[in-house]
Structure formats: C-alpha cells, structure tokens
C-alpha cells in the first residue's frame, strides 16, 4: 500500500475481483475455476483491510466505530438480501447474468476506488 496509495491498490483489487467474476462462466473444468477463483479471492484480500483502512482514517474524530458499525449493517444485510436477489437474477435471465453483473458492480467499485487525478492550476 505505501508505494501505490490506499486508493490505486484498492482500485486494483476491485479489477482483480471483476476479472475473477468474468472468469467464472467461462471455465469448463475445475483448474480453470480454480484459477478464477484465485484471481477473484487475492482481489478481495487484498480489499476488505484497504476499505477498513480507508473507513478508519476518513472517519471523524472518535465516530470510526460508528463507520465499522454502518459498513458491518451493510455487509450483514447484503448477506441476507443477496441470495435473494442473485438467486431471481439467476432465474429470470441465467446464471451468466449473476456473474457479469457482479462483474459490472466490481468494476464499478474500481473505477470509484481510483485516486483523483489532481489538475495543474491553470495560468491566467
């Protein structure tokens, strides 16, 4: 992390996470899902302590444990409403569907992960 930024390497895991979930529907026997399933769980190990890290040292003075609080809801409650979801995805329109929209939200989260490109102040 101290070399690329908090940001860049949590962009980065994001990518791997997308690319792990396009991978999936495309493996015909257990190496390749294997392989897949590396690149998709090294995305999010190397995730979940950067979105701690970033939770923690963008959070108020003395109100991180409200943020853990709120990122520990959100976690549990796609939990439970997920399957749910994923599962009636997966009936109406395959369980391709399932994957490459999970693709999409990965590489949405990546592409709001990166870092601000910081403009140079234009002259007058």
């Known amino acids: ?22 991978l999936v529907p495309l493996c015909a026997n257990a190496l390749a899902l294997s392989a897949a399933a590396f690149v998709f769980g090294l995305g999010m ?16 003075e003395g109100r991180s444990g409200e943020m853990l609080g709120l990122r520990l809801t959100a976690n549990n409650t796609m939990r439970v409403a997920g399957p749910a979801v994923f599962g009636l995805v997966a009936c ?14 990965m590489g949405a ?10 403009q140079a102040p234009k002259e007058p």
């Open 1 to 22: 992390v101290a070399p690329f930024g908090e940001e860049r390497v949590l962009s980065a895991a994001f990518v791997l996470g997308a690319v792990g979930f396009l």
């Open 45 to 60: 190990a190397c995730g979940q302590p950067i979105t701690t890290m970033l939770m923690f040292s963008r959070s108020v």
């Open 92 to 105: 109406a329109l395959g369980l391709t569907a399932v994957f490459l929209i999970n693709a999409l939200m």
């Open 109 to 118: 989260g990546a592409l709001a992960a990166r870092p601000a490109r910081r």
